[in-house]
């Protein structure tokens, strides 16, 4: 089994910034692409950010220029880091990763979410 564990989630005020990581254990062999969604009250799940092994990245467009995806392969790990932060930003947040547990096997996994509540 793989384990997503999302950390970072808090609430901030309109303007500042906060840092989401991602870290997965488990039965790992190699992660291929890692990313960041979120979905808000009311709102469908949307893509935030992805990030491929080779570090390629993907952004959607309402997050360009405010957020940035990185990677540390040797942690298994992801961030988001997320500045100038707007009270529409509000939602959870949800890690996702496509996993390679064995040379010829791979899934999908998600973490559980991270809340982040944006006040104005």
């Known amino acids: 089994q793989v384990q997503l564990v999302e950390s970072g989630g808090g609430l901030v005020q309109a303007g500042g910034s906060l840092r989401l990581s991602c870290a997965a254990s488990?039965?790992?062999?190699?992660?291929?692409?890692m990313g960041w969604y979120r979905q808000a009250p009311g709102k469908q799940r949307e893509l935030v950010a992805t990030?491929?092994?080779?570090?390629?990245?993907n952004y959607s467009e309402f997050v360009k220029g405010r957020f940035t995806i990185s990677r540390d392969n040797a942690k298994n790990t992801v961030y988001l880091q997320m500045n100038s932060l707007k009270p529409e930003d509000t939602a959870v947040y949800y890690c996702?990763?496509?996993?390679?547990?064995?040379?010829?096997?791979?899934?999908?996994?998600w973490g559980q979410g991270t809340q982040v509540t944006v006040s104005s």
């Open positions: 488990g039965s790992i062999f190699r992660i291929n692409d």
């Open positions: 990030i491929s092994s080779g570090g390629i990245t």
């Open positions: 996702n990763a496509e996993v390679r547990t064995t040379y010829l096997r791979s899934l999908t996994s």
